[in-house]
Nanobody, 117 residues
Framework: QVQLVESGGGLVQPGGSLTLVCTVS????????VGWFRQAAGKERELVAR???????IYADSVKGRFTISRDNAKNTVYLQMNSLEPEDTAVYYC???????????WGQGTQVTVSS
């Protein structure tokens, strides 16, 4: 059974930084498309960043130049380094893993990120 466990959320002041960590177990991580989504209160879940098994990552326009996604296949882990955080980045952040186009994606439980002074 695939499990995604996130950590690293919290409260940070505007302009600050946080790093989110997601460890994936139960499948072949190195083959997966992995990424981060977020959902702010009253809004739909949206893509933040994704990184394929091979190739370049993609980012939402709102986070380009501020956030960096990376993966360590030896540790089955994906990271989201978030810099220059803004109040608009406040949301629950979810880790996502896709192993197949014909099966549902897998999700973590979510971690709260709050940007406030």
């Amino acid at each position: 059974q695939v499990q995604l466990v996130e950590s690293g959320g919290g409260l940070v002041q505007p302009g600050g930084s946080l790093t989110l960590v997601c460890t994936v177990s139960g499948s072949t991580f190195r083959l997966a498309l992995v990424g981060w989504f977020r959902q702010a209160a009253g809004k739909e879940r949206e893509l933040v960043a994704r990184i394929p098994s091979m190739g370049s990552p993609i980012y939402a326009d709102s986070v380009k130049g501020r956030f960096t996604i990376s993966r360590d296949n030896a540790k089955n882990t994906v990271y989201l380094q978030m810099n220059s955080l803004e109040p608009e980045d406040t949301a629950v952040y979810y880790c996502n893993a896709r192993f197949s186009l014909t099966r549902p994606d897998h999700w973590g439980q979510g971690t709260q990120v709050t940007v406030s002074s």
